[in-house]
Every structure is written in structure tokens, then in C-alpha cells.
């Protein structure tokens, strides 16, 4: 199993980013997949997940409204829109993955990628 991360970056605040999460050697359409990040100092914390057709979705209320996830099953790819950034976004994101069902706990989370760094700063 691969995850690889993609698409962070220095942004200003108010400014856009778009993640995305390429996966490998699994059967990608039937597993959840969630964004999780970590800043420095702090513990990883949920942004978003879906399930394993992209019908349901969760979101950390600190990103509701601003960040979208959503998935391509034919390409084994996910994606987070993230709109309206602020510097309190500013950490390193990753993508994981569990069989079926989306979910909130890291621990629940299978496989991880290496992460992406994301800086938020003027």
C-alpha cells in the first residue's frame, strides 16, 4: 500500500491550496479515506473524510465550510480543496486509509502517506 501526498505550499492567508492524495496497492474504491494534520507542538488532528463512494462526509469543524474533500475512484486519488486558509492551517497534512467506512480516530486509520507541508503566512 502507497499513499503519496501532492500540491502543498507557501499560500497567504485567504489564499487556496488543493491536496491530493495518490494510492496504490489496495483496491481503492472500497476503503474510506481521510486528511489529517499535525502542527508543530500539537497533536494529529481530523480535517475531513468520505466513504468509500464519496457519498458521506465529515468534517473538523474548524475547516467546515472552507475545505472540501472528494475522491476520483478511476484514478485511486483524493483530493482537499482547501479555500479560505488561515495561519492557523499552517501544519503538515496527511492522507490515510481504512476499509469502508469513514472515521475520526487516527488510530482507526491503516495506512498513512508521508505529508505534505502547508504554510499559511503573509
Known amino acids: 500500500v502507497q499513499l503519496v501526498e501532492s500540491g502543498g505550499g507557501l499560500v497567504q492567508p485567504g489564499g487556496s491550496l488543493r491536496l491530493s492524495c495518490a494510492a496504490s496497492?489496495?483496491?481503492?474504491?472500497?476503503?474510506?479515506m481521510g486528511w489529517f494534520r499535525q502542527a508543530p507542538g500539537k497533536e494529529r488532528e481530523f480535517v475531513a473524510a468520505?466513504?468509500?463512494?464519496?457519498?458521506?462526509?465529515d468534517y473538523a469543524d474548524s475547516v467546515k465550510g472552507r475545505f472540501t474533500i472528494s475522491r476520483d475512484n478511476a484514478k485511486n486519488t483524493v483530493f482537499l480543496q482547501m479555500n479560505s486558509l488561515k495561519p492557523e492551517d499552517t501544519a503538515v497534512y496527511y492522507c490515510?486509509?481504512?476499509?469502508?467506512?469513514?472515521?475520526?480516530?487516527?488510530?482507526?486509520?491503516?495506512?498513512w502517506g508521508q505529508g505534505t507541508q502547508v504554510t499559511v503566512s503573509s
Open positions: 468520505l466513504n468509500w463512494h464519496g457519498s458521506s462526509t
Open positions: 496497492g489496495f483496491t481503492f474504491s472500497t476503503y474510506a
Open positions: 490515510a486509509t481504512r476499509y469502508y467506512s469513514p472515521d475520526r480516530k487516527a488510530t482507526s486509520y491503516n495506512y
